[in-house]
DNA sequence: CACCAGGCAAGTA
DNA sequence: TACTTGCATGGT
């Protein structure tokens, strides 16, 4: 066991599966993937809940209705205008390359798939992984503020690494299952909404203490 | 009141 | 290349 695995043990153990991605069809974890940016995920939920009581949730739809209507919907996800637009940018995107269908588009290697996401303008590295961890069941490792504050405050990782050396460290530490992965960035979210908080230089009773 | 949340792109020097 | 800024709602 190293280091890193011995941390899911431990994160396991303490807070037990997350449960993650809370969606009903990987169309739906998608979106949400996108409307998640730098944004909690109870507002998330609420502009998901709107998209839904409008039947709205639908490629063909949200790939129809005019731009300005969608944001409305989305509103209480936060950047709505902008998100509006990267929703737009990725369904045109698989319109274009795939003919708008889903399973055809997520039928790709992990890293043709990737490359696919991140010509999208609006989809970056942790939204792209995101989709192809939660969404398309690939097996990646989803890297995000709180792993590297999390990693960095207990001086796991020196600083200044950057997200493709993180996600690879995680990658050769563990092996390759998508159901660790997807709990393992589940946990470390949770880790990081329990007790390693921005702003505060320690993370008093973190169950990571000992490491 | 201030600060933050499951980021990204564009602008500046 | 390495910062900085705009985007925006809702909870604590």
């Not at 069809?25 to 979106?31: A, G, H, N, Q």
């Not at 504050?149 to 207990?154: P, T």
Request: aromatic share 10%.
């Amino acid at each position: 066991m190293n280091r890193l695995q011995e941390i899911f043990t431990t994160l396991f153990k303490h807070f037990g599966p997350q449960n993650w991605w809370p969606g009903d069809t990987p169309f739906e974890v998608m979106i949400g993937a996108v409307l998640t940016q730098n944004t909690n995920w109870n507002n998330v939920s609420r502009a998901i809940d709107n998209l839904k009581s409008y039947n709205l949730l639908s490629f063909e739809t949200i790939e129809n209705i005019p731009v300005e209507i969608l944001a409305e919907h989305i509103r209480p996800s936060g950047y709505f205008n902008q998100k509006a637009i990267r929703l737009k940018n990725l369904l045109q995107a698989i319109r274009e390359t795939h003919e708008g269908d889903l399973d055809a588009f997520f039928s790709a290697s992990t890293s043709d798939l990737r490359e696919q996401l991140l010509k999208v303008k609006g989809i970056g590295p942790e939204t792209a992984d995101s989709i192809l961890l939660y969404a398309a069941q690939k097996p990646i490792f989803v890297v995000d503020a709180y792993t590297f504050r999390i990693l960095s405050r207990h001086d796991l990782v020196e600083d200044g690494m950057d997200y493709h050396e993180l996600q690879n460290l995680f990658m050769d530490s563990l092996p390759e299952d998508v159901a660790l992965f997807n709990e393992y960035h589940a946990l470390l979210v949770k880790l990081g909404k329990d007790f390693c908080k921005k702003g505060k230089p320690l993370c008093p009773n973190c169950p990571l203490e000992n490491f």
